[in-house]
Each structure stands twice: as structure tokens, then as C-alpha cells.
């Protein structure tokens, strides 16, 4: 059992725990025998120390991390008469995600400089004797130099700092990267057969180490258990660490191939001071070419290929108790002859003959590559690697932070929020003036980048192609690799594979070795990381066809195993339940069984025909359900099919650098000056907020009030134009189609927040917004300039409905960009779509700049609509519902030409409206009612909590603010007038809110909706 991330060693001290006990409850069954209470502790401490000595591994970066684990495993696990441990085979420091491996290319990859861009060949070291398994005539990738070797001159400060010891590795990188020659491809073969010979020995060595590690423990039910103690600790110690033995010389090769990915460009660890004229002088030292490389591999590994190991007994195993120690001795002398006939050099001549590996050595103490099939070799020529892994990998990107280089020598780069760009320029020049700064500086830079180069290198991890590394991704294919065949694999670690649209070969390989996923929000905030932050447990196996179960939106671990046993009884739960809580009930729908039939569904929902199933991004739904809806949204036409155009807008950053605009608050005097951000607008209300003067931050905005918006309102922005006009406006988005350069800002659009809301209110956030009119890019939009405006508004209304919106929540995600908006299902059916397209006006044409597109719709309609001679009959157009408070316009009774009436601005009349289009949108996707009020329930509980405890509406349909709320719900009706009169904060407009209060039922109104449309679309057959 290993823990490849150790830390501390919880997991491992935990997974003790349980297999000692797993162990005592299977073996008393088994012998039909019951150990006494009052000793089963003991039994119970017995089986643990057996199980932390022999069977658990562990790797950790930080060896002050090993020396924990180790105190904290002995401390947990200790038993009465037991001196202390040693874990020194099993726990050890190193670097889990880079080190070298049992893997080779063909003659012929190697003679056409193919190796450089393909994968190798893994080669297992399992066998079922103490023969290596062959490689054939395959060469070991790391005997080759590597596409990523000098990956240091690849940091971004290496060009600033030093370019001219940059431009020198870049060249030597360059040179030593060619094809070899005929002579050298034949000796690189011969020193393939030498690293298997060594090889060999050296999984002997660790074999009979670690039978002979092994401590008397008396465990019950367990007689003739191995024991050890002919060779000592001291002598082990001594071989492994004995630079002239197979152990270290195979070690140092790999090392070796590794340290020169992080060459270093400058400094003392790349040179030396030689006596020249009684005077000392530094001495570059330049990494090997192709011949130097080879000429030390030959001296360390040896090169004459008839050299054989005949004088040395071979230890086949078994019972070698007794025996080991002399066997132990033969197996020495074995290697020095063997080596010695092959003419391998003594290690002072290494050092004498290749300087640059000394430097290798420096930098792979302080990197601590780790090569698993070598340090562990024993286990994976016994058992093919190890039968339980579990822990927590990092969850790290290898990022540039020079802020936080640079706050190690000032504190103001950690301290400072948004500094000024010139501050910051000018203070990063004076700290690296100093050569202390600069060095550490470009040091910790080009490590970083050789680290990045490494664990995202094709030939270590090819199922993480294409991909920007992510170290939680690395651990997870190490793992895979590291398996038995038999073995279970259990990682906490984040999610964004399963919804990176990148990640699809990742995915497939993970669906392949899936068994378990349970997936976790820490809203509890039960765990030590940000409430924000997804993540899941993870049980893998070994590679089959897809087939496993899942839970997503857990809030605790003990849903996820009630649900197991759950009888289905019951409500399906949700994201929160009834009372607005995060819902904690277990359920049988909950599991999710995930099949190549379910990654198909996921595929129709989520991607386009081209991609294979199981590759697909994954839907998480929180109960099944909800699966049936996505079956039939699948089935529909995607918006993706009309070709619509995107634009990113203005990047905050980026332009604002560029002098595009400038941040200025007040109001715009015409839409061609409008910079809008995410939350001026909401679902179909592009009059949402406006920013407050103080602009102190991203939540200091204040609500619109859409009752006293004037004809010609334009909004209030923090950002305005700036510098030319004439790159102001050719810098925007532009559009090629049909020969014809568009600019997007001539074209109503529909924009949207980019930012996702996974469990918010809503998550798709979108409203239409008028020409002239630009955005940042934390708000995107998408426009159809050759198809007319009822498809637009079709689209329009159909991203404000909560069916799609599902489609994007069920695929949780950081933002929302265009390939997610492409695949969303669109309604295709010119009735409903009339239905939708005038619901669709209403709610977005709040001001004049709206009335070419009312207009043109109207006709649009009006042209195509075959059910009624008039868009005025209400009986087909009108209203299903709502509050009919007096002087209530009928939704139908509109003018061809916009005017201030043709808008809606109550609120009730805005969420009744919005209830339609959710029943419309349903019907055009052959969902039905109770699965509609089933996604309403269960998927957007924040919605669902403001329904039932928040939004009171008033008898003339206006929401009612909290501040009169709170007072009538202290008073009831006896509330007086003066107290039920408030002022709305934007307007500065008096409200009287009339009796009764009243909470309103979406569901229900849903419903009638549903029912009602259904009628008529059916009359009007």
C-alpha cells in the first residue's frame, strides 16, 4: 500500500487502521473463531504494526514530511516489545511525478531522431520469477537525450536576466537533440542490455533487503509469517548508498536524464574553481553533447556487451532466511565482476572524467527525482506495483508568481492589492538591480519552468496531452501506472478534467478506471479549503469499459453511503432542500450508475457528433431524474447550428493597458460610449444595476429601478472610451461573413455573463443588448446578423428559461464561453417560438434603443404566422397568469412600433413572463411538467428558497423591499400606510405597497402554464 503524496501520513496511518481491522473481522470468520474483547486491542495493535512495517509505502518531497510520517506511523502503531522501526525502504523523499521509468523506444525510432516527439514503450518488471522480463531490442528513452533538456532557458525571465547564457543552452539543447550516428545508435543498444543487467541486480538487492527488513510481529490467525535479521540495517544502508554498486550507478544515469531538463543558466552550481597560476578562477561547467553523454553512460554502466555475471550465485527467492546473508555477500561480488568485466569506471573516475555530473547531482539532491521501479523495484517485479494507493495530491498549477519571488526580499508584492503597473515596473527593476534578487530570482524561474516542461513532457505522461500541467492530474496517471493488476486506487483531488473541454483523452482514460466518484461542494465547510472549491473522491481500477457509480452536489460524506442503502422512498433531494438548506438526505436517485449508454446521453447533451463518448465532458446531476430531461435535450437542434457569431469584447486588463478606455463613473451620452460588465444586466434585463460613484469594488452597484427608467434611459458605467476613435472603434470585434467585414457593435446581440453561479440563483445570466454598445470581457456575446431577429429572440428567450440553464450548471464550470453557448438546444417550432419571441421583447426593450428590433420583429412574426391574422389575439398570446392588478396591460396588446407602454417593468408581471418562457421552452423540448418543476425543485434551490421565504409581491405586483417585510411580519395587516411607503435607493421614488403580501408558487404557476400553452398550441392545430 502507498501514499505517493505522503504529507504526514495520514492516509497511510488510516489505511492501516482499517486493514488491520478488515483483516481481524475476515480472519475470525474465516477460522470460525472469536478473539476475546479484552484482547482484540492488542490483536488489533498487532495487526497494525505488521501492516505500517511490511506493507506501506510512501514518497514525499519535503523530507522533514518523511521523518513525520515515520514518527507518527511508529506513535500510531507501536506495539509492546517491538524495538523501534525502520521505514527507511519504504518511506522515503523524493519528487513522486518526476523521475524515469522502465519504458524504450525501437532501433528505428532511435536512428530516424524519432524518440523525440513519441511515447515509449512501458515495460513491466513483473515476472513471476527473478528473471527481468525482456525489452527486446528496445533502448530505454532515458539513454536519449530529451526534447525537454534545457527546459530552464524556457522561463520567462531568462531572456531579461541573462541572454547570453540563454542563448548558449538554447544552442547546446539544438545540438545535442540530433539523430546519432550508426556507431553510436550500436552502443546505445549495448547500453540498454548494461541498464538491464544492473537493473537486475539491483531489484535482487532490494528483494533480499527487504526480507531480511522484516520484524518478528505476532499476528492471530497468521502462523509462519517471514522474518528477517540476517542482513542488518547498517549493511543494507551501505550497498544502496555504495556509488560503485548497479543501485546508484543505474540511479545516477536517471537522475542524470532528469537534472538536465533543469540545467541551470547561471550561478555557482554550473561551474567550478580550478587553481590556474597559483590563483583561484571560476570555470563554466557546460552540460554534455551527444558524445560526452554517451562516453559517461559507457563509464558509468559499463560497455563491453559480452560481460556476463558468472561467478555469482543467483538468489531465486523463497526462504532465504538463513542463507541471505551469504547470498547478500555473492550478489556483491557478482556485481563488482560483472561490472569490471564490462568496464565500467571506478566513481573517482567518473568525477575526474565528467564535471557535468556533478552539477546533475546537485540538482537532483535538491529535486529529488524519484524513479518508482528503481527505489521500489522489488515491489514491482513482485507483485507489478502496488495493490492499494490512496492520499490527497497537491492541487497545484506550476505558475509564474514573480510576485511571489520578488516577496521574498520586499513584502509589498504579497501586501499590495492592484498596484499600479508603473509601481510595479519600477519596483521590480530596483529589486533585481541587486545581484542577490536577480539571481534567486532567475534561479526559482528557470526551475519552475524546467518543472512545468517535465510533468507535462508527452513521454511521462501522454495521457495528459494538450492539457497546461496540473499536478492533482500527474499523481492520477502515476497512480494508474503504479497499480497492481489487481489494484484500487483512492485520490481526493479536484474535478476540472471531467469539464475541461481540452481534457477528452484525459476523460476517457479516467472513465475507463473510474469505480466510485463521489463528488463534494465544501459549503459545510466540514474540510480546510475554500467553500468555492469542488473536488471528489476518486476510486480507480484497472482499465475496462466504463462502469461506475457516482453522487455529485454532496455536502457530507455520510449522504454518499446512506444513498448506497437508500430504499428510493421519498422526494428526490436537490441542491438544497425545502427549508433553503444544502440538502444532506440520501437517496437511492442520488447514485448514478454511468455506462457507455450514459456517456453517450452526456455526449448528445454536452458535445458535438465528432467527439467519442467517452470522451465527453461529464454531467452531474443530482439525481436521476434530472438524466431524463438531458436525454430528451439531447435530441434537439443546438444553437450551435445557426452559426452564430461571438465576441470576447474588450479585455479589463489587457486594453485598459492600451489606453482603449479609461475608468471613469457616470453616465454614457450615447450607447456607442456604453462599456458594460456583468452585472448591468440579469436574465432578459439588460437594466439590471448600475455602479455606485464610489466604485470601491465589484459588488458596490446599485439596483435599477425599472418602474421609473425613462424612454431614452442610458446607463451608468465605470468605464468610457479613450485615446483615438478611430482604434477605439476598428480594435473591436469584427466579423468576416460572406466577403463582408461586420462590426459587431452595429448588431443587437445577446450578451451574457461569463462568470458561472453553479449553485447561485441562476448561472446563465443573459439579456440583449443594443448596437453601439461594447463590453469587458467578463461578459461575452453572440449575434446572428443573416438570419433575422425572431431567431435571436428565439435564442434570447430560450437562455433565459431554467432548462437551460440546467444545461449549463449540470456541467459545472469557472465561466461560460462560446463552445458551451453553441451546444445549448434550441426550439424549433415557429409557434412556440412566436409565443417566446413576444415574452422575449417585453422583457428586454425597456428603452427606445430597442425599437428597430421590436419593429422588426413584429413583422417578422407577423409574416411567418400562420395560426392568427393579428399578434393581438390573446387568447393565443395572452397572459396564463399572474397577479391582475388594476391597470394591468394584456400581455398581446402591442403596437408594431415600440413605445414606453410596450415594455414590461413590474415585477411580478417580469417574473410571470419568465415562468411562461420556462413552460414554453419545456414544451419545445418535449419535457414534461413534472420533470420541469422537478429541475426547478432539485437544481435551483437559491431560486427556490427567494421563492418561498423572500419575494413577497404586493397587491399591484411590485416586490416589496425587506426593510417593509420585516415590519409586517412583526405588525401583519395592522402595518400603517407611512410603513408600508419606502423609497427605492436608485429612483429616490416613492412606493406605497398595497395589501395583501404575498408569496407566489413557481411551481404551480408552471403548471398552469404548461397546461395552458398546451391548449392552445393544440386548439391552434
Not at 493 to 512: C, K, M, N, V, W
Request: hydrophobic share 40%; glycine share 6%.
Amino acid at each position: 500500500m502507498c501514499e505517493p503524496a505522503l504529507g504526514s501520513g495520514a492516509f497511510a496511518i488510516e489505511a492501516t487502521r482499517q486493514l488491520a481491522e478488515q483483516y481481524l473481522q475476515r480472519r475470525q470468520k474465516e477460522l470460525g473463531q472469536t478473539i476475546d474483547p479484552d484482547q482484540y486491542p492488542i490483536e488489533l495493535q498487532r495487526a497494525k504494526t505488521y501492516i505500517a512495517l511490511h506493507n506501506v509505502y510512501g514518497v514525499d518531497l519535503n523530507a522533514t514530511a518523511v521523518e513525520l510520517a515515520e514518527i507518527t506511523l511508529w506513535l500510531d502503531t507501536m506495539a509492546r516489545g517491538l524495538h523501534a522501526p525502520w521505514f527507511g525502504l519504504h518511506l522515503r523523499r523524493g519528487n513522486s511525478l518526476i523521475g524515469c521509468r522502465r519504458a524504450v523506444f525501437r532501433p528505428d525510432q532511435v536512428k530516424d531522431g524519432s524518440w523525440l516527439t513519441n511515447v515509449p514503450r512501458d515495460v513491466s518488471l513483473y515476472s513471476p520469477d527473478d528473471v527481468l522480463p525482456s525489452i527486446g531490442n528496445g533502448i530505454h528513452y532515458f539513454l536519449l537525450p530529451a526534447k525537454g533538456w534545457g527546459a530552464s532557458a524556457d522561463a520567462k525571465a531568462a531572456k531579461e536576466l541573462a541572454p547570453d547564457a540563454l542563448k548558449r543552452l538554447k544552442s547546446w539543447r539544438k545540438s545535442v537533440t540530433r539523430k546519432p550516428n550508426h556507431t553510436q545508435c550500436q552502443e546505445l543498444a549495448v547500453l540498454a542490455e548494461r541498464v538491464e543487467k544492473l537493473w537486475g541486480f539491483a531489484v535482487q538487492r532490494l528483494t533480499i533487503a527487504e526480507a531480511q527488513v522484516r520484524r518478528t510481529v505476532p499476528v492471530w490467525g497468521a502462523a509462519g509469517l517471514p522474518e528477517g535479521g540476517a542482513v542488518t540495517r547498517e549493511q543494507i544502508e551501505a550497498s544502496l548508498a555504495d556509488p560503485a554498486g548497479a543501485f546508484q550507478r543505474l540511479k545516477t544515469v536517471m537522475d542524470a536524464w532528469n537534472a538536465l531538463w533543469f540545467w541551470p543558466l547561471t550561478g555557482a552550481a554550473a561551474s567550478r574553481t580550478r587553481l590556474v597560476n597559483g590563483q583561484e578562477e571560476a570555470e563554466r561547467i557546460d552540460p554534455p553533447s551527444f558524445a560526452e553523454w554517451i562516453e559517461t553512460l559507457k563509464d558509468l554502466l559499463g560497455h563491453k556487451p559480452e560481460a556476463t555475471s558468472t561467478g555469482g550465485k543467483r538468489w531465486k527467492g523463497g526462504d532465504a532466511t538463513l542463507a541471505s546473508a551469504a547470498v547478500w555477500n555473492e550478489l556483491g561480488a557478482a556485481e563488482k565482476l560483472d561490472l569490471a568485466g564490462a568496464g565500467a569506471a571506478s566513481p573517482q573516475q567518473i568525477a575526474e572524467r565528467h564535471p557535468w555530473l556533478g552539477v546533475c547531482r546537485s540538482i537532483a539532491e535538491q529535486q529529488g527525482f524519484f524513479h518508482w521501479e528503481l527505489m521500489y523495484g522489488h515491489v514491482f517485479h513482485a507483485h507489478g506495483g502496488f495493490d492499494m494507493q490512496v492520499g490527497n495530491p497537491p492541487w497545484v498549477r506550476p505558475r509564474d508568481d514573480d510576485a511571489a519571488l520578488l516577496a521574498e526580499f520586499d513584502p509589498w508584492w504579497q501586501l499590495t492589492t492592484k498596484p499600479p503597473v508603473l509601481e510595479v515596473r519600477r519596483r521590480r527593476e530596483q529589486l533585481l538591480a541587486h545581484a542577490a534578487t536577480r539571481s534567486y530570482f532567475l534561479s526559482a524561474s528557470c526551475d519552475l519552468a524546467a518543472q512545468r516542461a517535465s510533468v507535462s513532457s508527452p513521454q511521462d505522461y501522454s495521457v495528459l496531452l494538450g492539457l497546461q500541467p496540473d499536478l492533482y492530474r500527474c499523481f492520477m496517471a502515476q497512480t494508474w501506472r503504479h497499480s497492481s493488476a489487481r489494484g484500487t486506487i483512492g485520490l481526493i483531488h479536484p474535478e476540472t478534467h471531467f469539464t475541461d473541454e481540452a481534457a477528452g483523452l484525459l476523460r476517457q482514460h479516467t472513465y475507463r478506471r473510474l469505480r466510485r466518484h463521489w463528488q463534494f461542494d465544501n459549503e459545510l465547510m466540514l474540510f480546510d479549503i475554500d467553500h468555492h472549491v469542488s473536488y471528489g473522491v476518486h476510486v480507480y481500477g484497472s482499465a475496462r469499459t466504463p462502469d461506475f457509480i457516482q453522487a455529485t452536489s454532496l455536502y457530507h460524506p455520510d449522504t454518499a453511503v446512506r444513498s448506497l442503502d437508500h430504499d428510493g422512498s421519498g422526494p428526490e433531494p436537490g441542491l438544497k432542500d425545502l427549508s433553503g438548506n444544502w440538502d444532506l438526505r440520501p437517496h437511492k436517485s442520488r447514485i448514478i450508475h454511468v455506462t457507455p449508454a450514459a456517456l453517450t446521453v452526456w455526449r448528445g447533451v454536452l458535445e458535438t457528433p465528432d467527439v467519442p463518448p467517452q470522451r465527453t465532458r461529464m454531467v452531474y446531476t443530482v439525481n436521476s431524474s434530472v438524466l431524463d430531461v438531458l436525454v430528451k435535450a439531447s435530441q434537439a437542434q443546438r444553437i450551435g447550428d445557426l452559426d452564430p457569431l461571438f465576441s470576447a469584447g474588450w479585455h479589463e486588463t489587457a486594453d485598459f493597458n492600451r489606453g482603449r478606455f479609461v475608468k471613469e463613473w457616470g453616465p454614457v451620452s450615447a450607447w456607442d460610449d456604453a462599456i458594460l460588465q456583468g452585472p448591468h444586466l440579469h436574465v432578459s434585463l439588460p437594466f439590471f444595476k448600475w455602479p455606485n460613484r464610489t466604485m470601491k469594488h465589484n459588488q458596490d452597484w446599485n439596483g435599477i429601478d425599472l418602474e421609473a427608467l425613462a424612454p431614452d434611459e442610458l446607463p451608468i458605467t465605470s468605464y468610457k472610451p479613450a485615446g483615438s476613435r478611430e482604434a477605439y472603434e476598428s480594435q473591436y470585434t469584427h466579423w468576416q461573413v460572406g466577403g463582408r467585414v461586420l462590426a459587431a457593435r452595429d448588431f443587437y446581440r445577446i450578451a451574457w455573463r461569463r462568470m458561472a453561479a453553479n449553485t447561485g440563483e441562476r448561472t446563465l445570466i443573459s439579456a440583449i443588448i443594443p448596437p453601439g454598445s461594447s463590453h469587458i470581457h467578463l461578459m461575452w456575446d453572440m449575434a446572428l446578423p443573416t438570419l433575422g431577429s425572431s431567431k435571436l429572440l428565439t435564442i434570447a428567450a430560450s437562455m433565459s428559461s431554467l432548462l437551460l440553464d440546467l444545461l449549463i450548471r449540470v456541467v459545472p464550470k469557472n465561466d461560460i464561453v462560446f463552445p458551451t453557448i453553441r451546444r445549448l438546444p434550441l426550439v424549433n417550432n415557429k409557434r412556440i417560438s412566436a409565443l417566446l419571441i413576444i415574452r422575449a421583447l417585453e422583457l428586454n426593450c425597456l428603452t427606445e434603443a430597442y425599437a428597430p428590433l421590436w419593429h422588426d420583429a413584429l413583422e417578422e412574426i407577423a409574416a411567418e404566422d400562420s395560426l392568427t391574422s393579428t399578434i393581438t389575439d390573446e387568447s393565443f398570446y395572452g397572459w396564463t397568469g399572474g397577479i391582475d392588478y388594476p391597470g394591468r396591460r394584456p400581455l398581446c396588446a402591442i403596437e408594431n412600433e415600440w413605445t414606453p407602454e410596450s415594455r414590461l417593468t413590474r415585477a411580478s408581471d417580469r417574473r410571470q413572463a419568465l415562468v411562461e418562457i420556462d413552460a414554453l421552452a419545456a414544451l419545445g423540448l418535449g419535457i414534461s411538467a413534472d420533470e420541469l418543476c422537478s429541475v426547478y425543485r432539485t437544481q435551483f434551490g437559491v431560486l427556490y428558497g427567494y421563492d418561498h421565504e423572500r419575494d413577497y409581491f404586493d397587491a399591484n405586483g411590485r416586490l416589496v423591499p425587506k426593510s417593509v417585510i420585516d415590519v409586517w411580519k412583526k405588525k401583519g395587516n395592522a402595518i400603517s400606510t407611512e410603513e408600508r411607503t419606502a423609497v427605492h435607493p436608485q429612483s429616490e421614488a416613492d412606493y406605497v405597497y398595497e395589501l395583501p403580501f404575498r408569496l407566489l408558487d413557481r411551481e404551480a404557476d408552471m403548471r398552469r402554464a404548461y397546461k395552458t400553452f398546451e391548449q392552445r398550441l393544440g386548439s391552434a392545430q
